[in-house]
Nanobody, 117 residues
Framework: QVQLVESGGGLVQPGGSLRLSCAAS????????MGWYRQAPGKQRELVAT???????NSADSVKGRFTISRDNAKNTVYLQMNSLKPEDTAVYYC???????????WGQGTQVTVSS
């Protein structure tokens, strides 16, 4: 069983920046995908960005050019650098881990990001 521990959420003004981190509690192997999803009040959970263990990335159109996903395989950690934040980015952000060899999906507990003046 893998646990995902998230940090870095908080309150920021429009145009500001935040960096989210998510660390897996143990080694997750050499082939996997980690990512970030978010859920705003009254809305479905949506993809923000993902990154494979090989470094391939995918991101939502709404965050391209503003958010950057990265990872440190040695530390089993994924990051989300969020710049030029907008009020519509306000949501609970969830860390995700997918291990395809066992078709297993893990979720973090979520961290609140609020963008407001």
């Amino acid at each position: 069983q893998v646990q995902l521990v998230e940090s870095g959420g908080g309150l920021v003004q429009p145009g500001g920046s935040l960096r989210l981190s998510c660390a897996a509690s143990r080694s997750i192997g050499s082939r996997n995908e980690m990512g970030w999803y978010r859920q705003a009040p009254g809305k479905q959970r949506e993809l923000v960005a993902t990154i494979t263990s090989a470094g391939s990335t995918n991101s939502a159109d709404s965050v391209k050019g503003r958010f950057t996903i990265s990872r440190d395989n040695a530390k089993n950690t994924v990051y989300l650098q969020m710049n030029s934040l907008k009020p519509e980015d306000t949501a609970v952000y969830y860390c995700n881990l997918y291990i395809p060899v066992i078709n297993r999906l893990y979720w973090g507990q979520g961290t609140q990001v609020t963008v407001s003046s």
